[in-house]
């Protein structure tokens, strides 16, 4: 369906409204509005198959299949990305890029995580945890082989293409895929964990928000938004080379118990719904002066 995007976007109606907010990470900063109106656009990312398109689109066994569709879909990206007044990314990482692939400036506002929808946990289990969407990019099969390599439980919860693969990856090792799990339980699990792990390097990456929120560390990768969302040695600890061996090195030494709740907690809160509303109202009245 990816062709019908642009144009379907570029057919919404918006003559009517002088100020117009989208939330994108391909396809909204895209919209047609009136010449006074005014467009800020909180982006999430650059178009992936505009920076990253061989680990994103040939993940998914496409790259050759899809490339001449892609070609198209680049040239629109790049002609859309002019459109908007106001950029704002979630994170400086996605600030960089904007500057590099779009040729514009962006302000910076970290997304908001759902930080109430969380409770301290006490920590007590000796597992590592993951809660993700099964993609390749997501390096779920880098966790998988660390947490073997260094002999410790890794759960993982969430559902997506790669799933099969990955359960294929993980059968007679360290790592149980759990599948789907609902909040209340991925709550549970976070709250119990030793930490929770981000393998891949993500625009801005909530789970260490998230897992912070249950008072638990989260293990990154020193890459992308994770260097903005965790802080090494009272939020978490970073493995610096995108490699099973480095993160199991990590693993094998990490002791949660360094980590005060009360103080992960507290830096959860910076991204609350509530602050990030309230600044983004602000940028938004900026721009509209």
Known sequence: MAPLYPRAFESFDLSAYDTIVSSTSAWAKGVRFRDDA????????VSRFLFDYERYVGGFGMASL??????????????AAARPTL?????????????????????????????????????????????????????????????????????????????AALRERARGTTTTLLGYVDDARVNELLGDARAAILPGEEDLGLVPIEAAAAGRPTIAYRGGGARETVIEGETGAFFDDATPESLAAVLRTFDGSRFDARRLRTHAEQFSPERFIARLRAIVDEARR
Do not use: M, Q
Not at 38 to 45: D, L, N
Not at 66 to 79: E, T
């Open 38 to 45: 005014v467009h800020v656009c909180f982006i999430h990312t």
């Open 66 to 79: 899809a490339r001449p569709l892609v070609r198209g879909l680049v040239a629109w990206d790049l002609r």
């Open 87 to 163: 950029y704002v990314a979630n994170s400086h990482t996605v600030a960089e890029r904007v500057r590099r692939f779009y040729h514009r400036d962006a302000l910076v506002l970290h997304s908001p995580a759902d930080v109430h929808r969380f409770s301290i946990g006490a920590g007590r289990g000796e597992y590592f945890f993951i809660a993700s969407r099964l993609l390749p990019y997501k390096r779920i099969d880098l966790a998988i082989e660390a947490a073997r390599l260094a002999r410790v439980p890794l759960l993982v919860a969430g559902t997506g293409p790669a799933e």
